[in-house]
Nanobody, 116 residues
Framework: QVQLVESGGDLVQPGGSLNLSCAVS????????MGWYRQAPGQQRELVAT??????NYADSMKGRVTISRDDAKGILYLQMNTLNSEDTAVYYC???????????WGKGTLVTVSS
């Protein structure tokens, strides 16, 4: 199993930027995919971005505004977000898929609020 702890969520003004982090520990060598998801109030959880190795995939609504990256030496997954708007207000979750595991692991999330 793995443990995922997100950080970096904050209150930010429209047009601003944030860099979220996800500290990864445990059986990291079994991870084959990692991602960021978000859940806005009253809405379903949705994909933001995923990374396999150093190959990335982004939700259409996020392309050009976010960058997912990883530092394997530090065991950290990042999400750089730019040009934020009120619709980006959500709890952002880190996610990891492991070989041989049917269900992914999730962190507890970090809150991003975009407001003036």
């Amino acid at each position: 199993q793995v443990q995922l702890v997100e950080s970096g969520g904050d209150l930010v003004q429209p047009g601003g930027s944030l860099n979220l982090s996800c500290a990864v520990s445990g059986d990291i060598f079994s991870i084959w995919r990692m991602g960021w998801y978000r859940q806005a109030p009253g809405q379903q959880r949705e994909l933001v971005a995923t990374i396999i190795g150093h190959g990335t995939n982004y939700a259409d609504s996020m392309k050009g505004r976010v960058t997912i990256s990883r530092d394997d030496a530090k065991g950290i997954l990042y999400l750089q977000m730019n040009t934020l708007n009120s619709e980006d207000t959500a709890v952002y979750y880190c996610n990891a898929d492991l070989h041989g595991k049917a269900s992914p692991y999730w962190g507890k999330g970090t809150l991003v609020t975009v407001s003036s």
